[in-house]
């Protein structure tokens, strides 16, 4: 089946620094994939999405471009502020119309 | 500006007691969601309604029914609360134009515990 893998945190970051999470996945056919984010006491909110091999999906400075060829869809930021702390989830839509979740990382920016 | 709409925000059940969490979106969508969130597990999908008047499992469907009351409106129901149902639940929702599960609009969340 679908699965979504992305690196453990919480990831703690100095203001301004550049951020990588990293996100896997394993799927049948070609996917959409996904970012979410969750910022304290909120729910999810779509934060980019890309749809096919090689698109590069953006938001609010942050980037992840579809590689097909790694299975991979990697969240980056060039430079962190504190209101960027909140929980990112990568997620896949499959077969069968199904959004499958990775386990959210945590990233926490301090001044 | 609503957007989806989740009640109550927080609730304590002793085991084998029932309740039924809310949910209403105001934005015309046909699909509705119902998710819980683990530690370490991300979010995992109860039911959904693809629209009005249909309602499909999920993933872990088990200890829980909804209702999709109307377009507005999907409730989860825990008929005999456990505690291994203690957990966050999301409702979210998705458009008409969207492809289903394209872009999901999410309300606060229920934090509930069950003793």
């Known amino acids: 089946g679908n699965s979504v893998t992305q690196m453990e945190g919480p990831v703690t970051l100095s203001e301004e620094a550049f951020l990588t999470i990293n996100c896997t996945y394993t799927a049948t056919g070609y996917p959409s994939l996904f970012w979410y984010v969750q910022y304290p006491g909120e729910g999810l909110q779509l934060l980019l999405k890309?749809?096919?091999?090689?698109d590069k999906g953006s938001n609010k400075g942050f980037e992840a471009t579809y590689r097909k060829e790694t299975t991979s869809f990697h969240l980056e930021k060039g430079s962190v502020q504190v209101s960027d702390s909140a929980v990112y989830f990568c997620?896949?839509?499959?077969?069968?119309?199904?959004?499958?979740f990775g386990t959210g990382t945590q990233l926490k920016v301090e001044l | 500006n609503a957007g989806v709409t989740q009640t109550p925000k927080f609730q304590v059940l002793k085991t084998g007691q029932s309740m039924t969490l809310q949910c209403a979106q105001d934005m015309n969508h046909n699909s509705m969601y119902w998710y819980r969130q683990d530690p370490g597990m991300g979010l995992r999908l109860i039911y959904y309604s693809a629209s009005e008047g249909t309602t499909d499992k999920g993933e872990v469907p088990n200890g829980y029914n909804v209702s999709r009351l109307n377009k507005r409106e999907f409730s989860l129901r825990l008929e005999s609360a456990a505690p291994s149902q203690t957990s966050v639940y999301f409702c979210?929702?998705?458009?008409?134009?969207?492809?289903?599960?394209?872009?999901?609009?999410f309300g606060s969340g229920t934090q509930l515990s069950v003793l």
């Open positions: 997620a896949l839509r499959g077969g069968g119309n199904k959004l499958t």
């Open positions: 979210a929702s998705s458009g008409t134009g969207e492809s289903l599960n394209e872009k999901l609009f």
């Open positions: 890309a749809t096919k091999a090689d």
